[in-house]
């Protein structure tokens, strides 16, 4: 490998990232826009409760008259979807489940917990306070509220809050269609026996589930020979299913049948940055492809995942027009000391532990080799340590970014 220096993480990341913004929208049925980014803000069409409600079932009371011993008279009920249409006077209550309108005049709720019922008469037990167990109309939310913005990642929950104001569709960001593409003559796909010096391959699988988590939608163009017509009927495939990127593994670095490059220029592929200053991943490259956005990630399958979750993960949710693109980083301490780094960013793959005074403790395994899928299988974080960094001892501060528990 030639000595050029190598481009920093940043740097590379901005490339990756420059003019990646929202590919288009589409509407999808609320039970399937969970893990989608949403692409037009939420407003809130109504109130939400419209009406006061109760927390509690119990009755509903005048406060004046609910205290300690009092005797009141049931005129009613108020149930959930079920409306009291009278109104409270002096010495009356109405009973009231959770849910159910407050009824006109009543300013409070007695729980039944604290009320002895004997017919149509309810004694209180004790004194209620004004306003107790009621939901003021819109305690959630009032119409016009903006709720969600545009290019939020939906879960669960927020489709929950969308569905609550009366919406039963909602507009997300369209799914960035990712083609990949495995390269090399070692490889067999899962499931196959591998013969002499073959493996199983396990890159392209990570990835098209890195793909899917991320919201995009994989495009499966399987494996291909360490030959130029391989590679570039794969780039052609990948151009004719109208992908939006196009991520290779393997191929990258100088041997001899590492010909990504060479193959995909001659389909038009023109490089923005090959190699970076990242352990593991150095031989990573980025480019476009007439309009197709390119990823080539090295084939040790720990590079490829690094290479995918930095760079593949962040593009992916620019496409989709999120908020949030970056990796958070936190902070840590380190589980044990390290060396003095060399001119790479590193990322070392790790497991983390809370103190009991909630302290997280980020312990670097042992091993860092970029072909152990064991142990990438087992780290939940991804410890950084920036190029030269001075040693460090166990108990110094580390920053780490967290691996998605689906990532
Ligand atoms: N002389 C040099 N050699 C290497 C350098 C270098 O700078 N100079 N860089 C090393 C680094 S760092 C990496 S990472 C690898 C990346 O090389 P390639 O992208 O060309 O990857 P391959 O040679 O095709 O494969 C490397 C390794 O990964 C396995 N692999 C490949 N694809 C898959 C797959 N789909 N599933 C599972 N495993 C896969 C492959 O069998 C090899 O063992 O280059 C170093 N060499
Ligand atoms: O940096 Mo390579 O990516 O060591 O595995």
């Known amino acids: 490998m030639s000595r050029q220096p190598l481009l920093p993480v940043a740097e590379a990341l901005a490339h990756v990232l420059r003019g990646a913004t929202l590919l288009g929208t589409e509407a999808v049925p609320l039970t399937m826009a969970a893990g989608r980014t949403l692409a037009e803000p939420i407003t809130a069409l109504r109130t939400q409760p419209s009406f006061p409600s109760s927390a509690m079932d119990g009755y509903a009371v005048r406060t004046a008259d609910a205290v300690e011993g009092a005797e009141l008279r049931l005129i009613g009920e108020s149930a959930a979807g079920h409306l009291f249409s009278g109104r409270l006077e002096a010495g009356q209550t109405v009973r009231i489940f959770t ?11 007695v729980a039944q917990e ?3 019922r004997e017919g149509d008469r309810v004694s209180i037990i004790i004194n209620a306070k004004p306003n107790q167990h009621i939901r003021p109309a819109g305690l959630d939310f009032r119409a016009d509220d903006v709720l969600l913005e545009a290019g939020t ?7 929950a809050l969308v569905a609550a104001t009366g919406r039963s569709e909602i507009v997300v960001a369209r799914r960035p269609r990712v083609a990949i593409l495995a390269t090399g003559d070692e490889l067999v796909e899962p499931g196959e ?15 098209e589930n890195m793909v899917r988590t991320a919201g995009g939608e994989p495009i499966e163009l399987g494996i291909a020979r360490d030959t130029l017509e391989a590679i570039q009927d794969a780039a052609r495939h990948a151009r004719d299913l109208n992908a939006d990127v196009i991520v290779t593994t393997g191929g990258a670095s100088v041997g001899d049948h590492d010909l990504v490059h060479k193959a995909l220029s001659a389909e038009g592929l023109k490089l923005d940055f090959w190699r970076v200053a990242l352990r593991p991943g150095r031989p990573m490259m980025a480019g476009n492809m007439n309009g197709i956005r390119m990823l080539g990630l090295p084939g040790n399958p720990v590079s490829t995942h690094v290479c995918a979750f930095l760079f ?12 949030d693109v970056h990796h958070q980083l936190e902070y840590a301490v380190l589980g044990t000391s390290l060396g003095e780094n060399q001119g790479r960013q590193d990322y070392m793959r790790g497991k983390l532990t809370l103190s009991e005074t909630g302290v997280a403790t980020a312990m670097p395994f042992g091993r860092q080799d970029s072909s152990m899928l064991r142990l990438l299988a087992e780290a939940d974080c991804l410890i950084m340590r920036p190029p030269e960094d001075a040693p460090r ?11 998605d528990e689906h990532l």
Not at 99 to 109: L, R
């Open 99 to 109: 849910g159910g309108a407050v009824p006109e005049n009543a300013d409070a709720v």
């Open 114 to 116: 604290d009320t002895v």
């Open 153 to 159: 990642l939906l879960t669960a929950r927020s489709v």
């Open 193 to 207: 026996e591998p013969r002499d010096g073959q493996i199983n391959g396990s890159n392209g699988i990570m990835l």
């Open 312 to 323: 593949m993960v962040p593009l992916l949710r620019a496409l989709q027009g999120r908020r």
């Open 393 to 403: 001892s166990k108990g110094d501060p580390c920053r780490i970014i967290r691996l």
